[in-house]
């Protein structure tokens, strides 16, 4: 696969940094364009909301107020329900007094309503309908006035049949069934078709049913206040009830009130945006932006009414405040692109000489240090002084690591270069194999060679890191005369236990080719002790210094193994744990059990057969025989 060289990535993203700017600059303005004109929506929404919502909390406030004042003079006795007079001068006054309310009636419990009417001219109906039998229609008379200043004047009195029978009414059942005042949503009332929200309430006097008061406001009420509302223009604005039919809206389309979105025509965009917003969106508030295919985004939200779960939709396309603007965004990728393209070519030919060169350098020298190939790391002077610190640090940071490595095993200095490994204190418990190795005779050999005695000693210590790490071993530490090394981590391996036998068994025969150490000590040239289990492994120590080891019992339990080899004069002894792990029973002797410091229990422990016995026929102490010519070295034994 074709890689590109450092110069090549350099120079491109530069040129592209470059020829980005436009597109950048562009994306800037036009976010913090939509994001204005998302502020200005959303404060035109909730004015339009506020306005709405006080309108109508006023309008219900003096509804339920009117309605009080006439349940509460029937209530008293002030005024009789049946005194005509009293009566219509208590309902005029009222309907003139509150501009608002549209209907103050009463009905009867044997079915009579009366009533005082504001028609949409401006003029007051005093409507009566009196009683008939079942089925047959009822008396009506209608007395029209014109209101003038601080008074009325009659007009007309009409005389018919109506059908309007209010004890069907929902406004009055409602009320009479109710100890409280009720609301409802009505289409029909005394004067026929009028879409009205009714507020009922029941007049008992001494103890019996006297009938309902009725205070009612037109819907028509409701979209004269929507229109009234400062809206942008093109922007509309509808109430919907809790099933969505459309109760009010700010401007009707062609002089309609529609109780339905879909009662609109199809040419009103800004309606059938609003609808598919509400559609999608359900019942809850919102605030989203549905597209147009003749006016582009429009912004629609929803918000809740303080009256029988109504709702109150804005539509505002985006056009309206975003048009100027848009132009004007057009306009600026234009100029940018010039001046990005004389500053792309100035910056093509600096980068290449100033920095992707150079970097192609240090890349080199990077990998170098990733490889712990830390001699080829040279300093390579460059013009940039950054980048010239960066080579000289680079250089003198090489030579600490290989000081650095030789105190710390390299599988672990590698991932702390690396980063995968954070150096605080902590760590993981983990299933490894320790050993600890250790030469027989030093104490003795230290007392008589005193500062002589370093080059045996290096000569053990190195034989044994030779065999841990050829087996995969990580070197944990040096403790005197001895070596403690472990399995498993920090690197994952299956098979560690056989890993860590086979490393002993190589120290043990490497020991064997050199001269003894020390006089008395020929036969056992090394002590080895191994045990496999769960331990502790990570970053041990304080804030300030850590060391990377193995602790726990199992750690523990393999140093003491060490004493119980030369308790029974062998050269390596293995914990049961281990020799299960290792599956290598055929290779080994059980010493039985020995009791260890710190154990409670005694515990089984097995030596590995040297190479002589492994050769011999004869039982091993586990009762498996060995002979013939097809026996494999004891080394060979623990290979996976």
């Given at each position: 696969m074709?890689?590109p060289?450092?110069?090549?990535v ?7 940094a470059?020829?980005?700017?436009a597109?950048?600059?562009?994306l ?23 306005s ?6 006023s ?8 309605a ?11 005024i ?9 001068f208590?309902f ?12 103050i ?6 079915g ?5 009417h ?29 209101p ?12 018919a049949?109506?059908?309007y ?16 005042p009720?609301?409802?949503v ?25 009938g ?6 037109s819907?028509?009420?409701l ?31 062609d ?7 879909s ?18 969106n ?36 985006r ?6 603007i848009d132009?004007?965004?057009r ?31 240090l ?18 002077p460059?013009?940039?002084a950054?980048l ?8 003198r ?27 605080k ?12 190795a ?16 370093e ?8 034989t044994a890191?030779a065999a ?20 498993n ?8 236990a ?11 025969d ?7 150490v020390s ?29 990377y ?30 020799v ?6 055929a ?31 004869g ?22």
């Amino acid at each position: 696969m074709y890689r590109p060289k450092l110069a090549q990535v350099v120079v491109l993203l530069l040129l592209l940094a470059v020829l980005s700017t436009a597109a950048l600059i562009h994306l800037i303005w036009q976010r913090a364009a939509s994001e204005n004109i998302d502020e200005v929506v959303a404060s035109l929404d909730t004015q339009t909301a506020g306005s709405v919502r006080n309108d109508l909390t006023s309008t219900l406030a003096l509804v339920s107020s009117t309605a009080e004042i006439v349940r509460s003079i029937f209530f008293q006795g002030a005024i009789s329900a049946g005194d005509e007079v009293k009566r219509e001068f208590l309902f005029l006054s009222l309907l003139r007094e509150q501009s608002a309310i549209t209907w103050i009636g009463f009905g009867f419990p044997d079915g009579r309503f009366f009533g005082s009417h504001a028609t949409a001219d401006g003029r007051i109906e005093m409507v009566e309908i009196g009683v008939a039998e079942p089925g047959e229609l009822r008396q009506l008379r209608r007395d029209r006035y014109r209101p003038i200043p601080g008074d009325i004047f009659f007009e007309q009195r009409i005389k018919a049949e109506s059908a309007y029978v209010a004890l069907g009414a929902p406004w009055y059942r409602l009320g009479r069934d109710g100890g409280d005042p009720v609301w409802t949503v009505t289409n029909v009332l005394p004067n026929g078709f009028e879409p009205s929200i009714v507020l009922s309430t029941r007049v008992d006097m001494f103890g019996k049913f006297a009938g309902v008061v009725m205070v009612a406001v037109s819907l028509r009420r409701l979209s004269q206040a929507l229109k009234a509302v400062n809206m942008p223009v093109g922007s509309k604005a509808f109430v919907l009830d809790e099933h969505g039919r459309v109760l009010a809206n700010s401007q009707p389309s062609d002089g309609v009130m529609a109780a339905h979105f879909s009662d609109f025509p199809e040419s009103d965009a800004v309606t059938a945006a609003a609808a598919e917003a509400v559609a999608l969106n359900g019942g809850a508030a919102f605030r989203a932006v549905t597209q147009s295919a003749a006016l582009g985004p429009v912004f629609v939200s929803s918000s809740r009414l303080p009256f029988e779960r109504w709702r109150l939709i804005t539509a505002t396309p985006r056009s309206t405040f975003a048009s100027g603007i848009d132009e004007n965004i057009r306009r600026i990728p234009i100029a940018v692109l010039a001046i990005a393209g004389l500053a792309a070519t100035t910056a093509v030919v600096f980068a290449n000489l100033l920095f992707a060169r150079p970097l192609a350098r240090l890349a080199v020298q990077l990998r170098a240090v990733e490889h712990f190939s830390l001699e080829s790391v040279r300093h390579h002077p460059t013009f940039l002084a950054e980048l010239n610190d960066f080579s000289d640090a680079l250089k003198r940071m090489s030579i600490g690591l290989s000081a650095f490595a030789r105190y710390m095993p390299l599988d672990v200095v590698r991932p702390l270069v690396e980063g995968s490994i954070e150096p605080k204190p902590g760590g993981e418990l983990c299933d490894i194999t320790v050993m600890f190795a250790d030469l027989p005779g030093f104490t003795e050999l230290t007392e008589r060679l005193g500062p002589a005695v370093e080059p045996h000693l290096t000569r053990f210590l190195t034989t044994a890191v030779a065999a841990i790490h050829a087996e995969g071993g990580t070197v944990d530490k040096f403790i005197g005369d001895a070596v403690m090394a472990i399995w498993n981590a920090p690197g994952r391996q299956a098979d560690h236990a056989a890993r860590a036998c086979r490393a002993a068994t190589a120290i043990r025969d490497a020991m064997h080719t050199e001269p003894p150490v020390s006089v008395g000590h020929g036969e056992v040239r090394v002590r080895i002790g191994i045990n496999s289990g769960t331990a502790l492994i990570g970053n041990i120590g304080s804030a300030e210094r850590l060391s990377y080891t193995a602790i726990g019992d199992t750690v523990n339990l393999a140093s003491r193994l060490v004493g119980v080899a030369k308790e029974h004069g062998v050269e390596i002894v293995l914990s049961d744990a281990t020799v299960q792990a290792s599956d290598a029973f055929a290779h080994t002797t059980s010493l039985g059990l020995a009791t260890v410091r710190g154990k409670a229990e005694p515990v089984a422990v097995y030596t590995i057969d040297p190479p002589d016995v492994a050769f011999q026929g004869g039982d091993n102490g586990n009762g498996t025989y060995h002979g013939d010519d097809d026996c494999l070295l004891t080394a060979q034994a623990f290979r996976c």
